[in-house]
Protein backbone atom coordinates (compact mmCIF):
# COMPACT_ATOMS: atom_id res chain seq x y z
CA UNK A 1 0.00 0.00 0.00
CA UNK A 2 1.47 3.48 -0.80
CA UNK A 3 -0.23 6.55 0.53
CA UNK A 4 0.45 10.57 -0.31
CA UNK A 5 -0.71 12.83 2.50
CA UNK A 6 -1.20 16.34 1.64
CA UNK A 7 -1.05 19.06 4.41
CA UNK A 8 -0.26 22.85 4.74
CA UNK A 9 -3.37 23.99 3.13
CA UNK A 10 -5.73 26.45 4.27
CA UNK A 11 -7.19 29.76 4.04
CA UNK A 12 -4.94 32.65 3.41
CA UNK A 13 -6.09 36.11 2.24
CA UNK A 14 -4.45 37.55 -1.12
CA UNK A 15 -0.86 38.12 -1.45
CA UNK A 16 0.00 35.67 1.73
CA UNK A 17 1.78 32.57 1.35
CA UNK A 18 1.14 28.88 2.34
CA UNK A 19 3.51 26.09 1.88
CA UNK A 20 1.85 22.52 1.39
CA UNK A 21 3.65 19.06 1.89
CA UNK A 22 3.18 15.76 0.36
CA UNK A 23 4.87 12.67 2.08
CA UNK A 24 4.88 9.38 0.51
CA UNK A 25 4.80 6.08 2.86
CA UNK A 26 4.13 2.69 2.63
CA UNK A 27 5.83 0.19 -0.23
CA UNK A 28 8.11 2.46 -1.86
CA UNK A 29 11.18 1.16 -3.89
CA UNK A 30 11.56 4.35 -5.19
CA UNK A 31 10.37 7.81 -6.60
CA UNK A 32 10.19 9.02 -10.20
CA UNK A 33 8.81 12.43 -10.58
CA UNK A 34 6.60 13.92 -8.01
CA UNK A 35 4.25 17.20 -8.79
CA UNK A 36 1.35 18.74 -8.13
CA UNK A 37 -2.09 19.70 -9.25
CA UNK A 38 -5.16 21.36 -8.42
CA UNK A 39 -8.59 21.84 -9.05
CA UNK A 40 -11.58 24.06 -9.04
CA UNK A 41 -15.59 22.31 -8.87
CA UNK A 42 -16.52 22.19 -12.42
CA UNK A 43 -12.64 22.43 -13.77
CA UNK A 44 -10.39 20.40 -15.78
CA UNK A 45 -7.70 19.21 -13.36
CA UNK A 46 -4.24 21.43 -14.24
CA UNK A 47 -1.06 20.91 -13.63
CA UNK A 48 0.70 23.12 -11.61
CA UNK A 49 4.37 21.98 -10.86
CA UNK A 50 6.55 18.98 -11.21
CA UNK A 51 9.86 18.10 -9.96
CA UNK A 52 12.18 15.18 -11.62
CA UNK A 53 14.60 12.78 -9.16
CA UNK A 54 16.85 14.83 -10.42
CA UNK A 55 15.70 18.05 -9.31
CA UNK A 56 14.23 19.21 -12.79
CA UNK A 57 11.53 21.42 -11.88
CA UNK A 58 8.77 22.68 -14.47
CA UNK A 59 5.39 25.21 -13.68
CA UNK A 60 2.09 26.23 -15.21
CA UNK A 61 2.76 29.63 -16.43
CA UNK A 62 0.11 31.10 -13.91
CA UNK A 63 2.03 29.87 -10.90
CA UNK A 64 6.02 31.11 -12.28
CA UNK A 65 7.79 33.32 -10.19
CA UNK A 66 4.87 32.87 -7.29
CA UNK A 67 5.81 28.73 -6.52
CA UNK A 68 8.01 26.37 -6.00
CA UNK A 69 8.14 23.08 -5.81
CA UNK A 70 11.31 21.01 -3.91
CA UNK A 71 11.54 17.44 -2.77
CA UNK A 72 13.23 15.40 0.14
CA UNK A 73 13.89 12.32 -0.96
CA UNK A 74 15.39 10.99 2.45
CA UNK A 75 11.40 11.57 3.47
CA UNK A 76 9.72 11.14 0.22
CA UNK A 77 8.39 14.37 0.53
CA UNK A 78 7.40 17.29 -1.98
CA UNK A 79 6.79 20.47 -1.12
CA UNK A 80 5.01 23.38 -2.46
CA UNK A 81 6.02 26.81 -1.41
CA UNK A 82 3.28 28.93 -2.29
CA UNK A 83 3.82 32.81 -2.27
CA UNK A 84 2.02 35.85 -3.56
CA UNK A 85 -1.39 34.15 -3.48
CA UNK A 86 -4.14 35.54 -5.49
CA UNK A 87 -7.58 34.24 -5.11
CA UNK A 88 -7.35 32.42 -9.14
CA UNK A 89 -5.31 30.12 -7.02
CA UNK A 90 -8.39 28.91 -4.95
CA UNK A 91 -8.82 25.38 -5.72
CA UNK A 92 -8.29 21.68 -4.00
CA UNK A 93 -4.53 20.75 -4.20
CA UNK A 94 -3.30 17.44 -5.38
CA UNK A 95 0.56 15.81 -5.39
CA UNK A 96 1.43 12.82 -7.26
CA UNK A 97 4.43 10.89 -7.06
CA UNK A 98 5.51 8.02 -9.66
CA UNK A 99 6.76 5.13 -7.49
CA UNK A 100 8.11 1.66 -7.91
CA UNK A 101 7.41 -0.74 -4.98
CA UNK A 102 10.14 -2.83 -6.22
CA UNK A 103 13.03 -3.16 -8.96
CA UNK A 104 10.94 -5.86 -10.79
CA UNK A 105 7.86 -4.08 -10.66
CA UNK A 106 6.84 -0.71 -13.06
CA UNK A 107 6.42 2.74 -12.06
CA UNK A 108 2.99 3.89 -11.32
CA UNK A 109 1.55 7.28 -10.44
CA UNK A 110 -0.13 7.80 -7.05
CA UNK A 111 -2.36 10.58 -5.79
CA UNK A 112 -3.18 12.23 -2.79
CA UNK A 113 -6.12 13.00 -0.95
CA UNK A 114 -6.18 16.72 -1.59
CA UNK A 115 -6.03 19.82 0.23
CA UNK A 116 -8.08 22.84 0.08
CA UNK A 117 -6.49 26.31 -0.50
CA UNK A 118 -8.36 29.36 -0.34
CA UNK A 119 -7.23 32.77 -1.57
CA UNK A 120 -9.42 35.73 -0.38
CA UNK A 121 -9.65 38.64 -2.04
Known amino acids: QVQLVESGGGLVQAGGSLRLSCAAS????????MGWYRQVPGAQRELVAT???????NYADSVKGRFTISRDDAKNTVYLQMNSLKPEDTAVYYC???????????????WGQGTQVTVSS
Open 96 to 110: TANIRKRVWLPYLDY
Open 26 to 33: GSIGSINA
Open 51 to 57: ITSGGIT
